[in-house]
């Protein structure tokens, strides 16, 4: 996934003080950041606020980073999970997996996440069709809990693998496999649901 | 999870399968196994279902383009420097610099930046006018100035031509002059009498030696002599001898021209 060496090279001339290798590793990992912000956090404005304190907190803290304990992209990922959760814990959003016609918002008046979707039924193009789709699992995906939702994010989205996986949670790789297959589970029994509901 | 066994698999080890089995790298007696146990228990059948389409489902998102000032705020908020600046040396070619690049970068841009404000060019106007005014009082003209020797002997012999001028003013400036004459009799009163004219006339000719004594000649020595003055007399007087006239004492003040 990373020129091992090339990443290294950047770390070192970044601790070394120079900012355009530091440009280069912001702009190799901050697409990966803001996705995985985006899919945890589910708004574009808390992702990109969050992408930035992922970057800000691995400009602290990057003399830390120790190549033989791994990658670098898992230390990167690491840091922004770690601020996900304590950024899930400060905003208190701890829900488990809810009903599909529960609100998808703290808002009284939102819509259960089957009417927005009955709403929207059968646009004639099949890209915003699409785009619908996506936008529902996107909703169901931040239905989850988190435990669930960071697994299958890191694995079905970034395709890191399970030893990865495992150290960035901090669980094994069993607790990983497990919370994936549960994770998945989870989805695809929300979004049948709302589709049974449309249909 | 049900804890139970069928076909020789246990549930546990189903859902430890489970992955390995979506990531298509389960095979032979094992997968067997795991799909004979997923056809025959009740729970672990639909789990399986499930797994794979919600993995189908998140298959199916895409990845979401970040907002373009996102870099931007980042190298702002940590290194303070935006990426645009920092970008542009990186990418710039560096254009090789010679001396006269230098030259005109330090010293010649600021030269002519100072020349272009409206300030100096009033500036230089008013000296060239002033400059012109004083040529023409002068009675200097510009083809005057080509005439200037160049050779070394004729700068040479200018100074000394300047030299003397200066000198010939200083010494017949009135006040000078006064003073020169004053300091003069006072030596003369003070030295001893001079020698007797005999002497003066035998080295009349010769002033190479003397030449004070020949200035002194003809005006230092007039405050001592008494010029005699005659009125003019009627037809019918005599003028006889050693009578008494009248004496003048006239004192001159001769300049050197």
């Known amino acids: ?199 | 999870m049900p804890d139970q066994t069928s076909n020789g698999m246990h549930c546990n080890e189903f859902d430890a399968l489970l992955t390995d089995m979506l990531d298509g790298v389960l095979s032979g007696a094992e997968l067997d196994r795991f799909q004979a146990h997923a056809r025959s228990c009740k729970a672990c059948g639909p789990l399986l279902a499930e797994a794979e389409a919600g993995r189908n489902w998140l298959k199916g998102l895409t990845e979401v383009e970040p907002p373009a000032s996102l870099v931007t705020s980042i190298l702002a908020s940590t290194t303070g420097v935006d990426s645009q600046r920092l970008r542009a040396p990186a990418r710039a070619v560096q254009p090789h610099i010679t001396w006269l690049d230098r030259l005109q970068a330090s010293f010649l841009e600021p030269v002519w930046a100072m020349v272009r404000q409206p300030r100096f060019a009033m500036s230089f106007g008013m000296a060239f006018f002033a400059l012109s005014v004083g040529l023409t009082v002068l009675g200097i003209k510009p083809g005057d100035i080509a005439k200037i020797p160049t050779s070394p002997t004729a700068i040479r012999h200018t100074y000394y031509n300047a030299q003397a001028r200066v000198v010939r003013y200083y010494d017949n400036m009135r006040l000078v002059y006064q003073v020169q004459a004053v300091a003069r009799r006072v030596k003369r009163d003070v030295a001893p009498a001079e020698p007797g004219p005999s002497k003066q006339k035998t080295n009349r000719n010769d002033t190479t030696q003397q030449p004070e004594q020949k200035q002194d000649r003809n005006y230092s020595q007039n405050d001592s002599h008494l010029i005699l003055a005659s009125a003019p007399l009627g037809p019918s007087e005599v003028y006889p001898l050693n009578r008494d006239l009248p004496v003048v004492s006239v004192t001159t003040y001769r300049r050197f021209v």
């Open chain 1, 1 to 199: 996934m990373e020129d091992v060496q090339v990443v290294s090279m950047l770390v070192r001339r970044c601790i070394a003080g120079d900012a355009a290798a530091w440009e280069e590793i912001v702009q190799m990992y901050n697409r990966r950041i803001y996705n995985i912000c985006y899919r945890f956090a589910g708004s574009g404005s808390d992702a990109e606020d969050l992408a930035q304190e992922v970057f800000i907190k691995m400009y602290r803290t990057l003399s830390t980073y120790d190549p033989s304990k791994g990658a670098f992209v898992t230390w990167v990922t690491t840091i922004t999970r770690n601020l996900l959760v304590d950024h899930f814990r400060k905003t208190k959003q701890d829900r488990m997996t809810d009903s599909m016609d529960t609100a998808p918002s703290d808002h009284e008046d939102a819509q259960p996440l089957s009417e927005q979707i009955q709403d929207q039924s059968a646009p004639p193009d099949v890209h915003v069709r699409r785009r619908e789709v996506s936008e529902t699992v996107h909703a169901a995906l931040g239905r989850l809990s988190p435990e669930l939702r960071e697994a299958v994010i890191l694995r079905d989205l970034q395709d890191m693998d399970y030893k990865e996986i495992a150290t960035v949670l901090k669980v094994p790789e069993g607790t990983v496999k497990s919370r994936i297959n549960r994770g998945r589970g989870e989805l695809a029994r929300l979004l049948q649901r709302t589709y049974r509901q449309v249909m």
